[in-house]
């Protein structure tokens, strides 16, 4: 899995190789960076082995700079007495430029990498194809990569892999064909959406990230709109308790609930909100439930709201400046007008967080749903899991690429939010949130716990909280998210949703440790 803290910015491959050749154009020779390269990759190949005592590498080089990365990287390893073979797809003579130039520094014997054999090797590093990969693997180099897969799970040795591991799509995070299942990456400058985005992300093994000499001034040329979901991204938009303020400077939140049967997700929901820093919560409950929802309730208020003119006549309140719902509310055309009376045209500026049944209750009119955005008065936030964004979203036709790889989820969320403007997170353990200005986060890493029931519940509310608070509504978003996973993690093995709500101080405690 993933080990941060990454440099924020998240690139697509075609970023990269601009990052790549602004630097070159800069007076930076190709050379250099691979060095740089291939002494990060060494040094990493180097503290595995003295770890395990091994001796023997493998290194598997391409025809791109990739190879080119590991020809210099096997020299490296030679000269602090390791013992390395080479071996290539193609002969050293066929290369080009900077690639062919680093396969001169190499003086061993080269084999030929398909009918190369693992055994005795105590390390494999993958250097057949970085993330410039553009094409389905096939044929003998899918041979190849099925047997060095085969080996690592036989042997249990490792395998590191140069920028990602072969095969692995570096914008999308797709397979091309087949990919190498690696135990740590190494990749540069910065790290690219395949390294998050499933099922990539689960080749990667540990990812580490190299400065090899790649200046970040770069990227105010090549502005990425892509961000790793870490607190570097967003802690600046983070709103802190000060010592003069007080609970209705915090935001008023209210969540509101479903049926007598169906009432403790919405529960969850408004818990969370307050955890997630709202200096109020109302729980707007019909007067059916009231005697349910009443007697679990302490901190967060209860209000009886029946229906649309129930709930309009609540939110004429202009201290309650979000509504989130959705948990528990129930599928049909009573939640959809709840829906469409939470955005309303309004004087006054609420957001509001749409989340579960709220979401299906507009699968079969989605036209309706982003009409009533459009009018909203304030920032709107789609929570859907990927059943509940198959059914909203399924008039959107998510074609392949020039390149022939499937559109990515996080391509995939960017035209949802554009679309339907509004802010979209699209959950999973890859949980993606997009703006409708083309902004995007990639979580990091999630727990597997998480796949709990009443788990997006708990981040409806943290989303709620967070708004309620005035935060930018994008960083509010991502966030949630971080802060929900982080959670999590605190908690570990046998997590329910409770949990991450009692877990939320100590992620909020992280936060503030950090500096801004």
């Known amino acids: ?29 190709g050379m250099a960076l691979m060095e740089k390269a291939a002494a990060a990759i060494a040094a990493a190949a180097t503290a595995f082995l003295v770890k395990t005592a091994g001796r023997r590498v493998l290194v598997l080089c391409g025809p791109g700079n990739n190879g080119g990365d590991g020809y210099v990287a096997a020299r490296i390893l030679r000269s602090q007495r390791f013992k390395v073979r080479v071996a290539a797809l193609t002969p050293p003579d066929t290369l080009h430029g900077d690639a062919r130039l680093a396969a001169t520094s190499w003086d061993g014997r080269v084999e030929d990498a398909a009918t190369c054999d693992f055994k005795g090797v105590d390390l494999v590093i993958d250097a057949l194809f970085g993330t410039g990969l553009a094409r389905d693997l096939d044929g003998p180099t899918a041979e190849l990569i099925l047997r060095l897969n085969a080996w690592r799970e036989e042997t249990k040795q490792k395998i590191i892999a140069i920028d990602i591991p072969s095969g692995v799509d570096g914008t999308s995070g797709a397979i091309r064909g087949v990919a190498v299942q690696a135990d740590s990456t190494v990749t540069f400058f910065r790290l690219k959406c395949g390294h998050l985005l499933l099922p990539g992300r689960l080749r990667c093994g540990t990812i580490s990230c190299a400065h090899i000499g790649i200046r970040s001034n770069v990227l105010e040329k090549i502005q990425p709109q892509t961000f790793v979901n870490e607190p570097a991204a967003w802690r600046d938009a983070l709103r802190l308790p000060s010592v003069e303020g007080h609970k209705y400077a915090r935001g008023h939140a209210v969540v509101i609930s479903g049926g007598a049967s169906h009432t403790g997700a919405a529960r969850l929901s408004a818990l969370a909100a307050l955890r997630g820093g709202a200096g109020l919560v109302t729980l707007a409950t019909p007067q059916e439930a009231f005697a349910v929802n009443a007697p679990a309730l302490t901190a967060v208020m209860l209000r009886v709201a029946d229906g649309p003119a129930g709930l309009s006549a609540l939110l004429e309140d202009k201290r309650k400046n979000v509504v989130a719902l959705g948990p528990g509310l129930g599928v049909g055309e009573a939640s959809c007008a709840l829906v469409e009376t939470a955005l309303a045209p309004s004087p006054e500026r609420r957001a509001v967080v749409l989340d579960a049944d709220a979401l299906t209750s507009f699968a079969l009119a989605p036209d309706r749903l982003r009409e009533a955005i459009r009018a909203a008065p304030g920032p709107v936030v789609l929570t859907p899991h990927g059943g509940e964004f198959a059914r909203l979203f399924h008039g959107q036709r998510w074609e392949r690429t020039i390149s022939g790889a499937p559109i990515s989820k996080l391509e995939r969320t960017r035209d949802a939010a554009r679309d339907i403007g509004a802010i979209v997170i699209f959950k999973g353990p890859d949980t993606v949130v997009a703006a409708p200005d083309g902004r995007a986060s990639i979580l990091a890493e999630a727990s597997p716990w998480l796949a709990t029931a009443g788990s997006g519940d708990v981040l409806t509310g943290i989303v709620a909280g967070l708004l309620a608070q005035g935060m930018e509504p994008f960083a509010a978003a991502s966030c949630a998210v971080w802060m929900h996973a982080a959670a999590a993690d605190d908690f570990g093995a046998g997590l329910i949703a409770d949990d991450i709500i009692d877990r939320l101080p100590a992620a909020w405690r992280r936060l503030v440790s950090i500096q801004p």
């Open 1 to 29: 899995m993933p080990l941060g803290p990454y440099p924020p910015e998240l690139l697509t491959t075609a970023q990269m190789a601009r990052a790549d050749r602004l630097t070159i154009e800069s007076g930076v020779a």
